[in-house]
Nanobody, 118 residues
């Protein structure tokens, strides 16, 4: 079993920055793909960013150039640096883990709320 615990959410003004962290515990492998998704009220959950064990990254179109995903395999932690935040980035951000051989996300965190507002 795997547990994912997010932290770092909060309130920020437009143009500001936040850094999210996700600590993983349980049966984790360095080849698992970790990442972030988000869900705003009334919207479907969408991809924000993923990162492979080797550091390969993938970003949703709306965050490219503003967000950076990274991971520390020794600490079993994945990070999301969010810069130039916009009101439309307001959402609950969920950490995710997908086994390399899986077609979909296998584990989710409980989420952390990010609110961008003036």
């Amino acid at each position: 079993q795997v547990q994912l615990v997010e932290s770092g959410g909060g309130f920020v003004q437009p143009g500001g920055s936040l850094r999210l962290s996700c600590a993983a515990s349980g049966t984790i492998s360095s080849i698992d793909i970790m990442g972030w998704h988000r869900q705003a009220p009334g919207n479907e959950r969408e991809l924000v960013a993923t990162i492979t064990g080797g550091g390969g990254t993938n970003y949703g179109d709306s965050v490219k150039g503003r967000f950076t995903v990274s991971r520390d395999n020794t600490k079993r932690t994945v990070y999301l640096q969010m810069n130039n935040l916009k009101p439309e980035d307001t959402a609950v951000y969920y950490c995710s883990l997908r086994r390399r051989w899986s077609s979909g996300v296998n584990f989710w965190g409980k989420g952390t709320l990010v609110t961008v507002s003036s």
